[in-house]
């Protein structure tokens, strides 16, 4: 392609906090940035040059998009695809809409697992009651998860028996589903890649990754965050997968990491992910600068890690821990060293709500751990 220099206007599909990320990475090489998003106070949208507030099928909101900007990213994977075919039939679109439409559909998702090799859960697809009757029985207990439309633990349901697969499949309004196995866990971790379109690709560390109630808590990454072979398993494999869908842009890859030590990947996201927020204060090129340069073309290098790093999210339950919302004592979390805090602009605070994150950096691992802790403390954020 066609590299986009800095002074040009680069675009996003969606007005989140990953949106306001990639935007303050393209605003510090040099670009414009226009964001299209039906919120008039979306944390992306505030912080643009250009601010499009339609829905993400507006033809006309579209057309703006296009208007304005000579490349088009997005931010969140359920952005519609058709939205993504539309604007990559006029600009260079990244990711592309195809590889969107399989990362939007648990099925499709792990058949191009399989397509690459790369071991997931045993699983079954229920799009019929006959379907339902067919599930084998090695199967259960398992998670049943809708095909579509699911993130940070919606639309899943653990069941054990085949009665309780039928309640959950009718409470999940038989909607085409993924019933997998449920496995015998002993930790969580995932991969970012970056890849071009000429098919150069870089990666940050391996990380591990904590999970409560669905929703990513705590990400570790730098000495003894994971097992060398495991890390360099997980790494392969999210490049095959990266390849297998010929993939630009930034991709996240998530992985089940088992007790008898074997690795199987859960689901890969098409865009930056909570895990590798870290990046932007302990790699010298964070995950949304890898963004920047897959969507303008810009050499891509392999970011380094110069400091062990937790990352704990920050999620709306903190500005309750009194009862009335309050904001939490920063100025206690921000006494201690290597503490870097980012707050998304998200004008109002809710339980399970993503308002920021805080990211730890130190000489050592255990220096980080312990600092992570104290301030997690302060925080009222259980210890990990």
């Known amino acids: 392609m066609t590299v986009i220099l800095p002074g040009a206007t680069l675009g996003v599909m969606g007005g989140g906090q990953l949106g306001r990320m ?222 297998g869908l010929r993939y630009v842009g930034v991709l996240c890859v998530e992985f089940f990491l088992l007790q008898d030590g074997s690795l199987v990947v859960n689901e890969m996201a098409p865009r930056p992910h909570n895990s590798g927020h870290y990046s932007m204060d302990a790699c010298d090129v964070s995950q949304f600068e890898l963004q920047v340069r897959t969507l303008a073309g810009l050499p891509l290098v392999q970011p380094r890690l110069h400091s062990p790093a937790i990352m704990l999210n920050l999620l709306g339950d903190l500005w309750f821990t009194g009862g009335a919302e309050a904001p939490p004592p920063w100025e206690q979390v921000l006494a201690l060293p290597g503490v870097h805090l980012h707050l998304y602009g998200k004008l109002g605070a809710r339980p399970g709500r993503k308002m920021g994150h805080l990211t730890v950096t130190g000489a050592t691992s255990d220096e980080v751990r312990a600092t992570a802790l104290q301030a997690a403390a302060v925080l009222g954020i259980e210890p990990f």
């Open 22 to 243: 990639f935007v303050h990475a393209a605003q510090r090489l040099g670009y414009f940035t226009a964001v299209l998003d039906p919120d008039p106070a979306s944390p992306a949208g505030l912080v643009s040059h250009y601010h499009v507030k339609t829905g993400y099928l507006d033809q006309d909101g579209l057309a703006q998009l296009m208007q304005r900007s000579g490349a088009i990213t997005t931010e969140f994977e359920n952005v519609p695809a058709p939205a993504l075919a539309t604007l990559g039939a006029h600009r260079p679109v990244a990711p592309g809409p195809d590889a969107v439409a399989i990362a939007q559909d648990r099925a499709q998702e792990k058949a191009h697992f399989i397509r690459c090799a790369v071991p997931c859960a045993p699983h079954a697809v229920l799009e019929s009651a006959a379907d339902l009757e067919r599930v084998p029985e090695h199967l259960l207990p398992g998670i049943l998860k809708t095909s579509r439309l699911g993130y940070d633990g919606k639309g899943q349901l653990r069941v054990a028996t085949r009665e309780e697969l039928a309640r959950a499949w009718d409470e999940l309004k038989n909607v085409p589903c993924v019933l997998e196995q449920l496995l015998p866990l002993a930790a969580e971790c995932s991969v970012i890649v970056a890849r071009s379109h000429e098919g150069a690709m870089v990666h940050l560390p391996a990380q591990w990754n904590l999970h409560r109630g669905g929703i990513l808590a705590v990400t570790q990454a730098g000495t003894g965050a994971l097992p060398d072979a495991t890390a360099a398993l997980a790494i392969h494999a999210s490049r095959a997968i990266a390849d």
